[in-house]
């Protein structure tokens, strides 16, 4: 009987192990790599916003997907006419 209660005990152990693993370890790994990266950024943004001298230029680029919902600030279409070399040469 005590045989049977190891063997059961041990492959929940296993079953909980695995289960772990699967699903929340992923997890744990992906919220803790999130978290390195955004600490990192503001850490090198810090820095070079400290080391930053007078009448230096810095570009800051932004994502995609905030530069397209900004489209309907760039204003009105303005149609323009052709001038023909003809007519610069005639006058």
């Given amino acids: 009987m005590g045989l049977i209660k190891l063997a059961l005990f041990l492959l929940l152990i296993y079953l909980l192990v695995k289960l772990f693993t699967r699903y929340l370890l992923p997890y744990l790994l992906k919220r803790f790599i999130r978290k390195t990266e955004e600490r990192y950024k503001q850490q090198r943004k810090t820095y070079e916003d400290e080391n930053k001298r007078e009448g230096d230029i810095s570009i800051e680029y ?23 070399d003809q007519e610069k040469d005639n006058k």
């Fill in 62 to 84: 932004q994502n995609k997907k905030e530069h397209s919902k900004k489209t309907d600030h760039l204003g009105e279409y303005v149609d323009y006419e052709e001038i023909d």
